[in-house]
């Protein structure tokens, strides 16, 4: 993909009548970085350039829409595979146990987050990684977007990744998407002690079709999971977090708790009290949503 992308740039230019240099002049690159991607060598092009270079060719999206392949080829098969289902997929749970998953995270935590690998190359390759991030959450305010239900654990909120600003801007942020018809989150407190997912995250898509597929990962790893009878041990576990966490109302508090650095302000219930809520919230049907501390509603907002 990424000598097809770079075939194109130079078909594109040659019929400009533009020089290496000259089309690097426009985009605000040197011309060897032009060569470097005609050639398929070097870093790939980041979102930004390949914009710029379709704007600068009159490309009419043409290499916009090839870029997002060609990000991937960086990735292992079933990581690539992972991608693919997730842009597909009409519902997405997740359980993150250690940072905000990437469909909810600010540009600023992004970076930070992804700043931390030590397999990183460099600016150029963070700022592309980062592009990539914010281009896939475009899908949440698309006209197909997928419902996205989503388990924090509690290290989530405590972690400042980024430092304290940019934890704040998160927090205010993770507020703001659950306020979405489409958007729920959930937090699992510490005092839930042990379970089946520790130590990585995991999600579960639905796929138009209605079949499904789950995806663990942890620092360094990750593992996609097809074959139908391991998809369903994997949704029972996710079933259980859900019944362990906070209902939405509850977990949002401690998400405001955590931005005023009040970690423990929250008004927690009982686990006698959760666990009559968590009834009621595995117990919906699948035409409805949860909304306010776990009572169904219909597809309808309420009047306030």
Same mark, same amino acid.
């Given at each position: ?36 991607? *005609? ?20 490309? $009419? ?46 540009? $600023? ?7 931390? $690998? ?5 600016? *150029? ?21 997928? *419902?996205?239900? !989503? ?9 400042? !990744? ?36 520790? /130590? ?9 079709? /209605? ?27 996710? $079933? ?24 423990? /302000? ?13 009834? *009621? ?5 699948? /035409? ?17």
């Amino acid at each position: 993909m990424a000598a097809l992308f770079g075939s194109r740039v130079r078909r594109l230019r040659m019929a400009a009548g533009l020089t290496q240099p000259e089309l690097g002049a426009k985009v605000h690159v040197v011309g060897t970085r032009i060569t470097q991607i *005609e050639r398929a060598s070097g870093a790939k092009p980041t979102f930004a350039l390949a914009r710029a270079l379709d704007i600068a060719l009159g490309a $009419d999206d043409l290499l916009i829409d090839l870029w997002p392949y060609v990000y991937r080829e960086a990735f292992p098969n079933w990581s690539r595979k992972f991608m693919e289902y997730s842009a597909r997929a009409v519902a997405i749970r997740q359980y993150a146990a250690h940072v905000v998953p990437g469909l909810l995270q600010t540009e $600023d935590y992004a970076r930070a987050v992804l700043s931390l $690998d030590a397999l990183l190359d460099g600016e *150029e390759q963070l700022e592309e990684r980062v592009d990539a991030r914010m281009g896939r959450q475009e899908r949440l305010s698309s006209p197909d977007r997928p *419902e996205l239900w !989503v388990i924090l654990d509690e290290a989530v909120l405590r972690r400042p !990744v980024g430092g304290q600003a940019v934890m704040r801007k998160q927090l205010a942020s993770l507020l703001d998407a659950a306020a979405e018809r489409h958007i729920a989150v959930q937090v699992l407190p510490f005092d839930q002690g042990g379970h089946e997912a520790m /130590g990585g995250s995991l999600t579960i898509l639905t796929l138009p079709d /209605g079949s499904e597929v789950a995806y663990t990962e942890g620092s360094d790893y990750g593992q996609l999971i097809e074959e139908p009878a391991d998809v369903s041990r994997y949704k029972v576990i996710y $079933d259980r977090l859900r019944a362990a966490a906070l209902p939405p109302v509850m977990s949002l508090d401690m998400i405001r708790s955590a931005m005023e650095g009040n970690y423990r /302000g929250a008004n927690l219930p009982s686990r006698s009290e959760r666990r009559r809520l968590a009834q *009621e919230q595995l117990q919906q049907s699948s /035409g409805g949503r949860l909304r306010r501390g776990g009572r169904r509603v219909a597809g309808r907002r309420p009047r306030p």
